[in-house]
């Protein structure tokens, strides 16, 4: 039963190889195996591939199954076509784009394997990548905002400037008419006589501005700090709105850039252990003699080709034969007399219907 199975699975065909011996029917069995468990690999391959895709095992394993039944059907396609030639070279020839394009399979099956293989140590490149990635988005972020957080910043340090000037202009006023008064400065004079109330006067109305200024200014400040707060929510919002984009950031084609930063060899290897196991068939049917299923294929397609030719040199000179008989009866045909005189009674009748015809378009238009 297996066994027939992996026949089946080798495309050789059942009439012939089933009157061989079972040695050669062992031989197909076995190319038949290596095309269904490579076939085997490509579902696992694909079905892990797609499932880092649609993260569901069941849309991954289905997706996976067609394309596991493609590469099955291109390998035992692959391998039935081959056909073994009395050179070597012509075999080598026919089978050059067969191993060309087994090679393509190979590959693309490996890399999904290699894939799962080295999960871990691709997690770890991934890891290092997203961290690179948040920093710089929160670089890339924070430098859209920075002109305003900037620009508020410098308003907010500009009003506390004014009250800070106003402030040190009021204590110098104070000061001036204190020691006016202690006579230490100004008229020398002690005590509180006119020139100290006009000092103390002028101070008295900058400390007024002073409290004006400092009460719209502190308003302002208020509103600019709410600003920037605002601000600030807005940046930290849209980092935290990003930070799930970077977080995800671990499908396909993310894990085969990552797989192209790990040491090559270790992943070299593993494709050419598929590539071995894909190109294995067509290897064994080049290396291999003619064996008994080989010639009676051959012989039963060089039976097709013999009777296709038969047919074909029949076909023709049924063809020349009956040409050369209807040239024989239409040279007889033209030598009678009584039909060449029915034709030329009736050519002078079309043209005089035609004369007429003319003749009377004429009169109409005149």
């Known amino acids: 039963m297996l066994k027939r199975f992996f026949i089946t699975c080798s495309g050789a065909d059942k009439a012939i190889i089933y009157s061989c011996s079972n040695g050669e029917q062992n031989k197909y069995a076995g190319i038949g195996a290596t095309v269904f468990f490579t076939a085997l690999l490509a579902w696992i391959a694909a079905s892990y591939a797609l499932y880092t895709v649609f993260d569901t095992i069941y849309a991954a394993a ?53 894939i799962k293989i080295f999960e871990k140590e691709i997690d770890t490149v991934l890891v290092k990548e997203k961290n ?70 002028k ?17 302002k400040i ?24 970077i977080d995800n950031f671990d499908g396909l084609m993310a894990r085969i850039n990552a797989l192209g930063k790990l040491p090559l060899l270790p992943s070299l290897f593993i494709m050419l252990l598929f590539l071995a196991i894909e190109t294995s068939p067509i290897i064994a049917k080049l290396l291999s003699p003619k064996g008994e299923y080989d010639f009676k294929l051959e012989e039963g397609e060089m039976a097709v ?12 000179l049924m063809r020349t034969t009956d040409a050369a008989i209807y040239d024989d009866v239409y040279g007889e045909i033209r030598q009678d007399k009584e039909l060449y005189n029915y034709k030329k009674k009736k050519a002078i009748e079309l043209l005089e219907m035609q004369a007429d015809s003319f003749s009377n378009k004429q009169k109409n238009a005149m």
């Open 203 to 219: 101070h008295d109305a900058a400390l007024a501005q002073l409290d004006t200024l400092r009460k719209n200014n502190m308003a």
């Open 222 to 245: 208020a509103a600019k700090e709410t600003a920037a707060a605002d601000l600030q929510t807005d940046l930290d919002k849209k980092i935290a709105d990003t930070q799930p984009v």
């Open 132 to 201: 690179e990635m948040a920093l710089a988005n929160k670089k890339q972020v924070a430098d859209y905002y920075a002109g305003d957080l900037s620009k508020n910043k410098a308003s907010i340090d500009s009003l506390k400037s004014e009250i800070a000037q106003k402030e040190k202009e009021v204590n110098a006023l104070y000061a001036t008419y204190i020691t006016e008064a202690e006579g230490t400065s100004g008229t020398l004079k002690l005590g509180k006589g006119p020139v100290y109330k006009e000092k103390r006067e």
């Open 62 to 114: 289905f997706f996976g199954l067609i394309w596991g039944l493609l590469i099955f059907n291109l390998d035992r396609f692959i391998v039935s076509t081959i056909r073994k030639r009395d050179r070597f070279s012509q075999e080598l020839l026919q089978a050059t784009p067969r191993i060309v394009l087994a090679i393509i399979i190979a590959i693309v099956i490996s890399k999904p394997l290699e």
């Open 305 to 316: 080709k013999t009777g296709l030719t038969q047919n074909n040199y029949q076909r023709e």
